[in-house]
């Protein structure tokens, strides 16, 4: 089953729909007689018994609105906390920021890297990533598998991890590269507004099975930039759970970053960034394709 935001028209209210697993139709989330105001109020109040209704309920119907005949909105709008993020979480990736900060890099990683995004309000698929122009000297992309907590989770442990995630989606980690450098950590480069592109929806976890076994992809113009497997994540989802869990209470809804291949603007010599006009498309296998442009 697949999570939606979605409009109407350009002057519509931002709606929750649910659809098929193939991503063709979407429906009202009212259709159902359920009457909650988004996605996130979904994910933070509906029982297990109302998952199941609406799972069977989608899967008798047919017809419905085509999903490419409504204009999508970010599944989480506006998430109730920082995003969590997971850092050079592939190894390729680790190797190409090392490089690009003249850092020495001896190929271990023993520790997962965490830190937080700043959010206000999530991008929508096809809207506008803004360039910063005279502030950000750096733009860059990095498609990244987010997780969904679905229960509040605390002290879990790894074997039970996948029982507290409601489903998966995409987020480009745009990120201003001159901004990380300059500020020592990452939160204020990765944080301004419009850098969380989020979409084109969530897909439940009983629809992804093999989520740690998926091609990810990022093209910029068209050009493949990114192109590996969520297998090859240095600390697995099970494990980051388990850790983070046994320190913090993670809410349902809560938004995890799993991080990002290699390939990324930064990785090239010399770097090769985004501009304004530019397209870029995030891709990860079962769920879809975030697409977006850079703006103003």
Same mark, same amino acid.
Not at 153 to 170: L, R
Not at 180 to 203: A, E, N
Not at 245 to 253: C, D, F, H, P, V
């Given at each position: ?5 979605? +409009?109407?028209? %350009? !002057?519509? @209210? ?8 193939? *991503?063709?139709? =979407? ?123 679905? +229960?509040?989770? %605390? !002290?879990? @442990? ?8 409601? *489903?998966?989606? =995409? ?126």
């Amino acid at each position: 089953m697949r999570l939606y935001m979605y +409009k109407a028209d %350009k !002057n519509s @209210k931002a709606l929750p729909g649910v659809g098929d697993s193939q *991503g063709k139709f =979407i429906h009202p989330l009212s259709s159902f007689g359920m009457e909650y105001k988004t996605v996130l109020e979904m994910i933070q109040k509906m029982k297990t018994a109302e998952w199941e209704l609406l799972k069977k309920s989608v899967n008798e119907r047919t017809e419905g609105v085509g999903v490419s005949d409504v204009i999508l909105c970010a599944p989480i709008i506006r998430p109730a906390q920082d995003i969590i993020c997971l850092g050079i979480n592939y190894m390729e990736h680790a190797e190409e920021s090392a490089r690009f900060k003249a850092l020495e890099f001896d190929g271990k990683r023993d520790y997962a890297v965490y830190f937080s995004k700043r959010v206000n309000e999530a991008v929508a698929p096809e809207a506008e990533i803004p360039a910063y122009e005279g502030l950000v000297d750096g733009l860059d992309y990095e498609v990244e598998l987010a997780v969904i907590i679905g +229960k509040d989770a %605390k !002290n879990v @442990k790894e074997e039970d991890a996948f029982d507290y995630i409601a *489903g998966y989606t =995409i987020m480009n980690d745009v990120s201003a590269r001159n901004l990380q450098t300059r500020h020592k950590q990452w939160y204020f480069g990765k944080s301004l507004d419009g850098f969380t592109p989020l979409g084109p929806c969530i897909v439940t976890k009983d629809d992804l099975p093999n989520v740690e076994n998926l091609n990810i992809v990022s093209r910029l113009n068209g050009e493949v930039r990114q192109n590996s497997n969520t297998g090859l994540m240095i600390t697995g989802i099970p494990q980051m759970i388990a850790e983070l869990s046994s320190g913090m209470t993670l809410q349902a809804g809560t938004i995890i970053a799993t991080g990002t291949p290699g390939g990324v603007g930064m990785g090239f010599v010399p770097p090769r960034f985004m501009k304004k006009g530019d397209v870029i498309e995030c891709e990860i296998e079962g769920i879809g394709v975030l697409r977006n442009t850079v703006g103003e």
